[in-house]
Structure formats: structure tokens, C-alpha cells
């Protein structure tokens, strides 16, 4: 049975305004490059959603792009609502390992370049969070790269109905993080929200709610950020 939510019907159970956010100097490039590579000791906030499947363990990699804007923006996709796997949902680029991939990181640029067209000679890889395991049995690694804003996408329209950007200080604020909570297969999942909103070209209100395994692994990358 698949996990279908709107997180918008779900009741709003909190919102982390008491929680500081990262600071701005810690989101410049410098300062995630020496974080990276010198990480303080912390602990990941979420690691593992209850099982909804018995499916067999996969694992896969997602690319977490930020964005080389004069203020660093994360890179995400909107899933095509026929996939099987998170239909519709807020993500960032990336899916399974294949037998050929040498390790996350390979897996992690590959998607990227086939879901949206990313060249990996634009991404400057900084390092890893921990893995990540979803309700649906993937095993993911995210793997942080800081994009040259010179890069141009290619939508595989299959896969990805949409490619947009936030800004990563807006994500590293917890005062944007919804908490809800929901009972499925008799288990009650807890899970986190990121509304935000943009305009489009023609001046009209879009909104995107980030959640579930995307809001998670950027909630443990504020965790990894602000220790």
C-alpha cells in the first residue's frame, strides 16, 4: 500500500521558532568547504522513517546542489505524479546505485545529469551527510555540492516536472519547519514541512511544500551546519 499525504490537510502539531537558525556566515562557500572538511561530533536529528513496504533495502544517492548565487540557493526537483516511488513529491535529483556506480557520489552526479541535465563539471563536491533510510526502503546518501551558477538543466519530463530554487537560509531557519504527525499501517509517523513560496514569470503565487525525506536530510543538514 503507498503512503499517500497532503501535507497541507495534515494538522500543524509545531513549529521550531525557538530554535536558532545557522548564521549567514556559516553559509558561505568557505564556510561549508571548512565544515565538511573538519565536521564537528553531532548527531543526525532523523535517520530512519518506519517501513511501509517489505521491499528489499536499496541503495540510492541524492546530489543536495547548492547553488553559487550571491546568497547559496538549494537546487530541488518536483517529481511527475505517475512515478511509483514519491509521486509529485518535493525532491533532489538522484535515485538508485547501479552495479557501475563506484561509490555515492558517482551515483549522486549520474542522476543528477539524467533526471535534470546537471554536468558534473559544474559541481565541486564537498562531502556527505549520513545516510538516510525512507519508509519506501531506500538507503540514501546525500552528497553536497556546491553548483557554478553558470549551469544549464535539461528535464528528463519522465521523471521531473519542475526545477526550481530556495534559498538555503530560508531552509536553515527552523522557524520554517512545520511538524506533523500522522498514523499509517498502525504506526504514527512524525514528519517535518518547509512551505515556501516564489512567483512565477508571469507575477502568480506558486507554492511548494518541501517534506518528508527532502525536509528531514536538510533538517539533518542544519543539525550538521549549527553544531
Not at 550571491?70 to 525532491?91: A, K, M
Amino acid at each position: 500500500m503507498a503512503l499517500r499525504i497532503d501535507p497541507e490537510e495534515m494538522p500543524v502539531i509545531g513549529v521550531d521558532h525557538h530554535l536558532p537558525a545557522v548564521p549567514a556566515s556559516s553559509l558561505l562557500p568557505d564556510a561549508l568547504r571548512r565544515r565538511f572538511a573538519a565536521p564537528p561530533p553531532w548527531v543526525p536529528e532523523i535517520k530512519v522513517e518506519p517501513r511501509f513496504n517489505a521491499r528489499e533495502a536499496t541503495a540510492a544517492a541524492v546530489l543536495v546542489p547548492l547553488v553559487l548565487r550571491e546568497d547559496l540557493t538549494v537546487l530541488l526537483t518536483q517529481r511527475t505524479d505517475h512515478l511509483t516511488d514519491h509521486p509529485g513529491q518535493i525532491s533532489f535529483p538522484g535515485g538508485r546505485t547501479e552495479g557501475h556506480d563506484v561509490d555515492a557520489t558517482a551515483t549522486a552526479l549520474r542522476e543528477a545529469e539524467e533526471e535534470i541535465g546537471l554536468d558534473a563539471g559544474k559541481i565541486e563536491v564537498i562531502g556527505q551527510l549520513p545516510t538516510y533510510t525512507t519508509g519506501t526502503g531506500f538507503i540514501v546518501t546525500p552528497v553536497v555540492g556546491l553548483v557554478r551558477q553558470d549551469f544549464a538543466l535539461r528535464l528528463d519530463p519522465f521523471e521531473v516536472a519542475e526545477a526550481f530554487e530556495v534559498p538555503l537560509s530560508f531552509l536553515m531557519s527552523p522557524a520554517n519547519h512545520r511538524r506533523h504527525a500522522v498514523d499509517f499501517g498502525g504506526h504514527r509517523r512524525e514528519f517535518l514541512s518547509m512551505p515556501w513560496q516564489r512567483h512565477d514569470l508571469q507575477g502568480e503565487p506558486r507554492r511548494y511544500v518541501i517534506w518528508g525525506a527532502t525536509a528531514a536530510m536538510l533538517r539533518n543538514l542544519y543539525r550538521f551546519l549549527g553544531a
